[in-house]
Antibody, heavy 122, light 107 residues
Framework: QLQLQQSGPGLVKPSETLSLTCTVS????????WGWIRQPPGAGLEWIGS????????YYNPSLKSRVTLSVDTSKSQFSLRLSSVTATDTAVYYC???????????????WGQGILVTVSS | DIQMTQSPSSLSASVGDRVTITCRAS??????LAWFQQKSGKAPKSLIS???SLRSGVPSRFSGSGSGTDFTLTISSLQPEDFATYYC?????????FGQGTKVEVK
């Protein structure tokens, strides 16, 4: 059974870089993507981006693209999110997720990490 | 990007009620629509993909319909564990977007 375990700091200072990691266990070797989605307190869901499970192909939300870097470390079964120059508006619960792919289409997420609340504050 | 609009933003219902939530896309997305359920403090749970395909393990009281721009999630007989917030999500392009959510509350 696939499990996604998230880790990273819960507090980041303004203008610094938010870094989160998701450790994967029980994953298949089938083509799939690892994604990141966030949810500000009391608000809805916002997709951040997705990366192919072996690295390489990456898709970003255009509104965040200039500040986001996604990466995969297959040797550690981990994938990571870095979000630079954070402000208070980046305060949110950040989720990692798995989603499949079917031809051109990135399928919706079917497994989610537990989520981490990251607060941006000095 | 494709905008997703859900209605209503919240509703009050009783156990046993039939509940319908709608989701409208700003352009044709075919059947590339998913529905999620989220309970307070938890990660979203996938209910439906491809507009009407129920995920494994999801009770049959949940159903989805629609294509193009208009979609519906129906709960045929609301159960106590169904009080939650529901989100639609389009995956028609490589820029996923979600609806703003519909909170189903106890009447």
């Amino acid at each position: 059974q696939l499990q996604l375990q998230q880790s990273g700091p819960g507090l980041v200072k303004p203008s610094e870089t938010l870094s989160l990691t998701c450790t994967v266990s029980g994953a298949s070797t089938s083509p799939q993507y690892w994604g990141w989605i966030r949810q500000p307190p009391g608000a809805g869901l916002e997709w951040i981006g997705s990366i192919f499970h072996t690295g390489g192909t990456v898709y970003y939300n255009p509104s965040l693209k200039s500040r986001v870097t996604l990466s995969v470390d297959t040797s550690k079964s981990q994938f990571s999110l870095r979000l630079s120059s954070v402000t208070a508006t980046d305060t949110a619960v950040y989720y990692c997720a798995r989603h499949g792919v079917s031809g051109y289409f990135l399928l919706p997420p079917d497994f989610w990490g537990q989520g981490i609340l990251v607060t941006v504050s000095s | 990007d494709i905008q997703m609009t859900q209605s209503p933003s919240s509703l009050s219902a009783s156990v046993g009620d039939r509940v319908t939530i709608t989701c409208r896309a700003s352009q044709d997305i075919g059947n590339r629509l998913a529905w999620f359920q989220q309970k307070s403090g938890k990660a979203p749970k996938s209910l439906i993909s491809a507009a009407s395909s129920l995920r494994s393990g999801v009770p049959s009281r949940f159903s989805g319909s629609g294509s193009g721009t208009d979609f519906t999630l129906t709960i045929s007989s609301l159960q106590p564990e169904d009080f939650a917030t529901y989100y639609c999500q389009q995956y028609s392009d490589h820029q996923w977007t979600f609806g703003q959510g519909t909170k189903v509350e106890v009447k």
